[in-house]
């Protein structure tokens, strides 16, 4: 596709349980970033990927947040016993660029998660 | 973490009306962004700044890089109703950006 895909666009979770959710980056983008954005809020930054190595994961509110993108390609953010403050938009982006090389971001439409 | 400070919070004008509205920080970015985000979507890219200084402009959109690099401005001229959402700056250090919390503009037909 031409942007960046995450899926689902909604996500309802019960308080307790794991939720993941995906993200498809722009073929060929080194760069991946996973942002946390709060209604009101400007996107917070999560963790950070170039291919399949998660270079910065500083952003990661608790060990309950994990993220990875095996293949280089496509990325998972999974988040496990869910509270309801997980409740948020998280977004993707990605990027072309690798080291040394400044590239802006491009964003995908986001996940809406509510945690009842 | 690094803050932003990003005014005005929102904007009501008239359409025809020019805008401007700022990013500060205490920190100094190699690199500045501004993007717009629509209800529902994700932030799109407006302008990159990449060097202290540079002026850039995008139709209507004109954006600067501060001398200092703590700061950026983004200006509109002549507004139109399509103008209408949230304007995010963000500033890079490194691998990490730093948004901030947004202005929200509202264009009067």
């Known amino acids: 596709g031409a942007g960046v895909s995450q899926s689902p666009r909604y996500k309802v979770a019960k308080r307790g349980q794991d939720v993941a959710l995906r993200c498809d980056p722009i073929s060929g983008h080194v760069s991946l970033f996973w942002y946390q954005q709060a209604l009101g809020q400007g996107p917070e930054f999560l963790t950070y990927?170039?291919?399949?190595?998660?270079?910065?994961k500083s952003g990661l509110p608790s060990d309950r947040f994990f993220a990875e993108r095996p293949e280089g390609s496509v990325s998972t953010l999974k988040i496990q016993r869910t509270q309801q403050e997980d409740s948020a938009v998280y977004l993707c982006?990605?990027?072309?660029?690798?080291?040394?090389?400044?590239?802006?971001?491009?964003f995908g439409d986001g996940t809406r998660l509510s945690i009842l | 973490g690094q803050q932003l400070n990003q005014s005005p919070q929102s904007m009501f004008i008239q359409e025809g009306e020019d805008v401007s509205m700022n990013c500060t920080s205490s920190?100094?970015?190699?690199?500045w962004l501004w993007y717009k985000q629509d209800p529902g979507e994700g932030p799109v890219l407006l302008i990159a700044?990449?060097?202290?200084?540079e002026l850039t402009s995008n139709g209507r959109l004109t954006a600067q890089f501060g001398i200092t690099r703590k700061d950026s401005f983004l200006n509109i001229s002549a507004s139109i109703p399509s103008d209408v959402g949230i304007y995010f700056c963000a500033g890079r250090s490194f691998n990490k950006f730093y948004f901030g919390s947004g202005t929200k503009l509202n264009v009067k037909p």
């Open positions: 920190s100094i970015f190699n690199t």
């Open positions: 982006a990605s990027s072309l660029e690798g080291q040394g090389v400044v590239q802006p971001q491009h």
């Open positions: 700044l990449y060097k202290a200084g």
């Open positions: 990927f170039q291919n399949e190595a998660q270079l910065d």
